[in-house]
C-alpha cells in the first residue's frame, strides 16, 4: 500500500539489485564501489557544494546528443563558449520509456552514420564507465535531465557514473508527460529514486534532486507549480534527500515572475524540513518561441532580467534557435551569453518594482491550500494525499494529458499579462481567491470589448511566439465579435514535453 515513508535499507537493495539485471550495463552499478569514485571529486564537481555556495544565478543549459565524444565536446563548448556554470546531460525519449533495446539500435546507427539519430544521450546504454568518462572531462558538475516517470534504473547507472544532481519528480514526470502511467505507481517508482539519492548522502555523498518546476509549460499558474514543487520536495526529503532545487518556469509577466520565484523559496524552506537545503531553479520561457532569432533573443533577455530581480540560485536558458528544435552548440552558447550579460548589468542595481508583495502574498495564500489539501486527502500522508487530491481535482494541472488529473483548470493572462484561472475545475483554494481571479479577467475582457472566454486562452497560448505576451484580439475581430464568441476546448492531447 501506497505510504510516505522511508524505504527499508533491505528492499531498496534488493529492488536495486533486480534493476540492475535489467540491462547488461546495470552490472556495473556497484554501490560501494561508487561511493570510491564519487570521493575522489574535486569539488569544484560537487554538484550540491557549487550550487548551494554560489553568489550569483548560475547558468545552465539544455544538452543531449547520443554519442559520448560528441556529448563531452557539446558540453565543453557550452562551457568554455557560453560560460556554463553547470552542466547537462539531456536523456534520449527511447531511454525515457525505458526501451533500451531502441536506444541501442540508435546508438549503433549513430556510430556508424555519425548523425544525431537520437534526440538525447542513451546514458543506461553508455552504462556506467561512459558516464564516469563524461564526468572526468569537464570542469563543472554535470546534472541528468531527461523525463522519465520510471527513472529507477537510469538513476542507478548514472549515480553510479558519477553524476551528482537528478532532475525529475513522480508528479512532474507523470502528469504533464504521459497519458497512461497511474500516479500511485509512479510515486513508488520515485520513491526508490529518492532513497537511492538518500543513501548516497548518508554516505557523503550528497545527491542534488530537482523536481521539473514548469510541469506543462504553458501557462501554469504559479500557485500550481509551486504546491507540486513543495509536495514533490517533502516525498524526497522523506526517503532521505538533503538538498533540493524547487523548478518554477517563466509565465513572462515580470512582477509575477519575481513574486513567484520569492513564494517558492518562502514555502519550500517554510515545508521542508530544517536539515534541507532548499534552492531554487528558474526556467526561461517553456512555450512557444518567435521563429525570428532577434525576437527570440529578446525572450531570453526578459528571463535574463527577471532573474537578476529575482536572484535564484539557478537559471535554466534557452537559446535563439527554440522555434526551430534543437539549437546549434553555437547557439546554445549565445544563449548562455545573452542571459548572463542582462543578469551581470543588472544584479547590483537596486530596481525597486510596485507590486511584487501583493502578488507575492496572493501566489502564497493559493499554494497553502493546494499543498493543504493534499494533506487532507492523504490524513497527513503526503504520497496518498497526492494521488486522491489529483483524483478529485482539488490539485490539478492545466493541459495536462494524464489521465490521473482531471485536466479540469484552464488559464489566462489578465490585461497585465499575469496567469489568472479562468476555469477552476475542482481546484482547492477559497472563494475569496476565484473572485480575484475572475475579476482580473474581467477587466481585460472589458479592455478587448469580449467576453471572458476560451478564446483568450488560445489567443494567449500563440501569443510569445507571435511577438507578444498577450493575445489581444485585433481591430478586426474585435469589430466583428469573431474571438469573443464562447468556443469549446480544443480535441486531443497536450504535447507536454
Not at 553524476?163 to 507523470?174: A, L, R, V, W
Not at 550528497?206 to 521539473?212: A, H, K, L, T
Not at 534543437?326 to 530596481?351: F, H, K, S, W
Request: glycine letters at 10%.
Amino acid at each position: 500500500m501506497l505510504r510516505d515513508e522511508r524505504i527499508p535499507g533491505d528492499q531498496l537493495r534488493a529492488t536495486e539489485s533486480e534493476l540492475r539485471g535489467r540491462w547488461p550495463t546495470g552490472a556495473d552499478a556497484d554501490f560501494d564501489e561508487a561511493i570510491e569514485f564519487h570521493d575522489s571529486l574535486p569539488a569544484g564537481k560537487q554538484f550540491a557544494t557549487v550550487l548551494e555556495s554560489a553568489d550569483r544565478p548560475l547558468l545552465q543549459p539544455r544538452a543531449g546528443v547520443p554519442r559520448l565524444d560528441d556529448q563531452i565536446e557539446l558540453l565543453e563548448h557550452l562551457e568554455s563558449e557560453g560560460g556554463a556554470d553547470l552542466l547537462p546531460t539531456t536523456i534520449d525519449s527511447y531511454t525515457r520509456d525505458n526501451e533500451y533495446e531502441k536506444a541501442e539500435r540508435g546508438l549503433e546507427e549513430a556510430r556508424e552514420s555519425g548523425d544525431d539519430t537520437l534526440n538525447g544521450f542513451p546514458a543506461v546504454n553508455h552504462g556506467v564507465d561512459a558516464c564516469r568518462e563524461l564526468v572526468r572531462s569537464l570542469d563543472a558538475p554535470v546534472e541528468v535531465r531527461h523525463g522519465t516517470p520510471d527513472a529507477r534504473l537510469l538513476a542507478v547507472v548514472t549515480l553510479a557514473g558519477g553524476f551528482q544532481s537528478f532532475e525529475g519528480g513522480p508528479i512532474s514526470y507523470n502528469i504533464p508527460y504521459t497519458k497512461e502511467h497511474d500516479l500511485a505507481e509512479t510515486i513508488e517508482h520515485w520513491q526508490f529514486v529518492d532513497r537511492l539519492c538518500g543513501a548516497y548522502t548518508e554516505r557523503g555523498v550528497r545527491i542534488n534532486r530537482e523536481p521539473f518546476g514548469p510541469l506543462t509549460g504553458t501557462l501554469v499558474p504559479p500557485a500550481i507549480a509551486i504546491a507540486v514543487m513543495v509536495v514533490e520536495g517533502l516525498l524526497a526529503a522523506t526517503q532521505g534527500v538533503r538538498s533540493l532545487t524547487l523548478g518554477y518556469g517563466q509565465v513572462g509577466n515580470v512582477v509575477q515572475d519575481v513574486a513567484a520565484l520569492r513564494a517558492l523559496r518562502e514555502l519550500g524552506e517554510e515545508y521542508l524540513p530544517d536539515d534541507v537545503a532548499v534552492t531554487t531553479v528558474f526556467h526561461e520561457w517553456m512555450g512557444g518561441f518567435p521563429p525570428d532569432e532577434a525576437r527570440a533573443n529578446g525572450v531570453i533577455g526578459l528571463g535574463g532580467a527577471t532573474a537578476a530581480l529575482a536572484r535564484p540560485d539557478k537559471v535554466i536558458t534557452k537559446s535563439p534557435q527554440e522555434f526551430r528544435g534543437v539549437p546549434t552548440r553555437e547557439a546554445n552558447a549565445a544563449g548562455l551569453r545573452t542571459t548572463r550579460q542582462l543578469i551581470d548589468m543588472m544584479i547590483e542595481q537596486e530596481i525597486l518594482i510596485d507590486g511584487i508583495d501583493e502578488e507575492q502574498s496572493l501566489i502564497e495564500r493559493t499554494a497553502r491550500s493546494l499543498i493543504e489539501t493534499v494533506f487532507d486527502h492523504g490524513d497527513g500522508d503526503v504520497a496518498r494525499g497526492v494521488v486522491a487530491a489529483f483524483e478529485s481535482g482539488g490539485l490539478d494541472v492545466p493541459f495536462a494529458p494524464s489521465d490521473s488529473a482531471k485536466a479540469a483548470v484552464l488559464p489566462a493572462r489578465d490585461d497585465d499579462g499575469r496567469v489568472r484561472v479562468l476555469e477552476w475545475g475542482d481546484l482547492a483554494v477559497s472563494a475569496e481567491t476565484r473572485e480575484i481571479h475572475e475579476a482580473r479577467l474581467d477587466e481585460r475582457a472589458r479592455t478587448e470589448g469580449r467576453s471572458r472566454s476560451f478564446r483568450m486562452v488560445a489567443d494567449d497560448v500563440d501569443a510569445i511566439s507571435d511577438g507578444k505576451l498577450i493575445g489581444r484580439p485585433s481591430a478586426s475581430d474585435a469589430d466583428s465579435g469573431g474571438p469573443g464568441d464562447d468556443v469549446g476546448h480544443p480535441g486531443g492531447e497536450s504535447d507536454a514535453d
